[in-house]
T-cell receptor
Framework: SQTIHQWPATLVQPVGSPLSLECTVE??????LYWYRQAAGRGLQLLFY??????ISSEVPQNLSASRPQDRQFILSSKKLLLSDSGFYLC?????????????FGSGTRLTVV | GENVEQHPSTLSVQEGDSAVIKCTYS??????FPWYKQELGKRPQLIID?????GEKKDQRIAVTLNKTAKHFSLHITETQPEDSAVYFC???????????FGTGTRLKVLA
């Protein structure tokens, strides 16, 4: 069966520091991968999605970037964090080709920028 | 691209009553509509989904209905229990991409 791993679970970082969040998927090949951010009490904002290695689409202009160095690995990064980057970051995967299987989310990373 | 609207934003019901959450979508070619439940501090979890070739789907106390002509779909929870309290998100799959467009969420409170 497929599983998605995301770490760390919580992170407190100072303003101006770098960020690296990692997500990996097991049990499937060539998945679609996604990064979402959820502000406290708010909805799910799609940040990036990827349909293959090195293929990244950005949904909103921001202080973050994403990379997909391997088929089942998706990384969210920032060179210098802002206070507004605080939030709950969720990675998700779906079957390639959009076969109608819903997203499965990772357990999330709660980032607090201080 | 797809746009999804969700109502209401908050909903309070007495335990044992029914709850209904409604969503509308804009892309007539969308063919897949999942619903997610998110408990406080946790990840959204898929609870039920429906494809465009089906009008209704049930799973115990939850059901989803789809009206393709009107481009709206609804989540129905019967005999609500306190553990149903959570935020519920609807979503629609954009026909032009592999993205799922989410509604803004409904915070459901079941009062004991």
């Amino acid at each position: 069966s497929q599983t998605i791993h995301q770490w760390p679970a919580t992170l407190v970082q100072p303003v101006g520091s770098p960020l690296s969040l990692e997500c990996t998927v097991e049990g499937t090949s060539n998945p679609n991968l996604y990064w979402y951010r959820q502000a406290a009490g708010r909805g799910l904002q799609l940040l990036f999605y990827s349909v293959g290695i090195g293929q990244i689409s950005s949904e909103v202009p921001q202080n973050l970037s994403a990379s997909r160095p391997q088929d089942r690995q998706f990384i969210l990064s920032s060179k210098k964090l802002l206070l507004s980057d605080s939030g709950f970051y969720l990675c998700a995967w779906s079957v390639q080709g959009g076969a109608g299987v819903g997203y499965t989310f990772g357990s999330g990373t709660r980032l607090t920028v201080v | 691209g797809e746009n999804v609207e969700q109502h209401p934003s908050t909903l309070s019901v007495q335990e044992g009553d029914s709850a209904v959450i409604k969503c509308t979508y804009s892309d007539s070619a969308s063919n897949y509509f999942p619903w997610y439940k998110q408990e406080l501090g946790k990840r959204p979890q898929l609870i039920i989904d429906i494809r465009s070739n089906v009008g209704e789907k049930k799973d115990q106390r939850i059901a989803v209905t789809l009206n393709k002509t009107a481009k709206h779909f609804s989540l129905h929870i019967t005999e609500t229990q306190p553990e149903d309290s959570a935020v519920y998100f609807c979503a629609a799959r954009d026909s032009g991409t592999y993205k799922y467009i989410f509604g803004t969420g409904t915070r459901l409170k079941v009062l004991a």
